[in-house]
């Protein structure tokens, strides 16, 4: 097998796979839903003679008045400044690194190495959907999954294709294209020394390359739908789909990696580029970012050692014209560093 399938979930952890997804995720009996509404430092939305204006108001509908939302935050968890971090996923995952790396933080997605073969090449990890996630994580820690050499694809005479790659990197030739898997893999390997790993879901959109049998991290290059029709098949995924991932990343995790794991997970406010469904772009990407919400909640209610940082929500709900670039896909870097800062503020001791 060249990834991971749903039904994979029951053989890498059989405890979590317990609860099915017909299930609450969480129940409370009367006394301890009261005690979280009592201790809770932001459970309401609104009250009738509380002006809307008041900057120091502890209502939602005064709080997304501000140009920076904040929202109440409790970790489960507390990282060290020692601790070794890792961060796999979409765009957050970038910028979290640097300002890891400022803190003087060791954080080893962050490979110099990549440089070597690309100045750009930081975005190596950057891993769209759960499916990529997942195949990344399997082909650099699990002995038995071997990387499927033939969803590389030749497009010229000089260059080839890896679909699992950053699509910010130049295509070139053989050689070099086999140099960069086989980096990669040699640094997601390091996430086994890694107390602290941050995960950003971003795609509900997905592609599977049928000859190779594998899923694969973005959309196809537009010449190939040209070359080799028939190769490519465009999935959008469930919820049953990117839980039973997510529960196979926990697992592969929870065997290879540190023994004391600590697992954040974020969802990404960047909105698709494109959509290959039949929803207007804007309905295509708020179903899939509430799928992927979806999901990342449930998965945190479900392990101890993994909790949901809400980027997501930080994102959406701070002011359009102070967090947003013109073209409303891109964060300005006020807006990212207000966001980055929130997380090192709740998480790093």
């Known amino acids: 097998m060249s990834e991971a399938r749903p039904s994979e979930t029951t053989a890498f952890n059989p405890v979590s796979a317990r609860r099915t997804l017909n299930e609450s995720p969480y ?3 009367a006394a301890e839903a009261i005690k979280n509404y009592e201790e809770n430092r932001g459970p309401k939305w609104y009250k009738d003679d509380a002006d809307p204006d008041d900057q120091n108001g502890k209502y939602a509908f005064q709080r997304l008045r501000q140009t920076w939302f904040a ?8 990282l060290c400044r020692d601790d070794k971090f890792y961060a796999m996923g979409s765009c957050f995952a970038r910028g979290l690194e640097n300002a890891l790396a400022s803190h003087k933080i060791a954080v080893e997605s962050a490979a110099p190495e990549f440089a070597r073969l690309q100045p750009e090449g930081l975005g190596f990890t950057n ?3 759960t499916y990529s996630i997942l195949n990344e994580l399997r082909w650099a820690l699990d002995p038995d999954a071997l990387f499927p050499v033939n969803s590389i694809v030749q497009v010229t005479k ?3 294709y890896d679909p699992h790659t950053t699509p910010m990197l130049d295509l ?7 140099e960069r898997r086989t980096l990669l893999q040699v640094v997601t390997e390091r996430i ?8 950003t879901l971003g795609l509900a959109e997905v592609w599977r390359d049928v000859q190779a049998d594998v899923y694969i991290n973005r959309t196809p290059i537009p010449s190939l739908f040209k070359t080799e029709p028939d190769r490519y098949e465009f999935h959008l995924t469930g919820f049953a789909e990117n839980w039973a991932n997510l529960e196979a990343t926990y697992a592969l995790l929870s065997r290879y990696g540190h023994p004391d794991l600590r697992i954040i997970v974020t969802v990404s406010p960047i909105p698709l580029m494109d959509t290959f469904s039949t929803k207007d772009i804007v309905v ?3 179903w899939a970012k509430s799928l992927l919400r979806a999901v990342a909640e449930e998965w945190a209610l479900a392990h101890g050692n993994v909790d949901y940082f809400p980027s997501y929500e930080i994102v959406q709900n701070s002011d359009r014209a102070a967090m947003w670039e013109r073209d409303l896909r891109h964060v300005k870097g006020a ?3 207000h966001t980055i800062e929130l997380f090192l503020g709740h998480y790093l001791e």
Request: positive net charge.
């Open 27 to 29: 129940v409370a009996t």
């Open 71 to 78: 929202p109440k935050v409790n970790p489960k968890f507390k």
């Open 127 to 129: 891993k769209y959907n």
């Open 158 to 160: 000089t260059t080839w």
């Open 172 to 178: 070139v030739g053989l050689e070099e294209t086999l």
């Open 192 to 199: 086994k020394r890694c107390r602290a790993v941050i995960l």
């Open 284 to 286: 295509a990407n708020t």
């Open 335 to 337: 807006g990212a560093h």
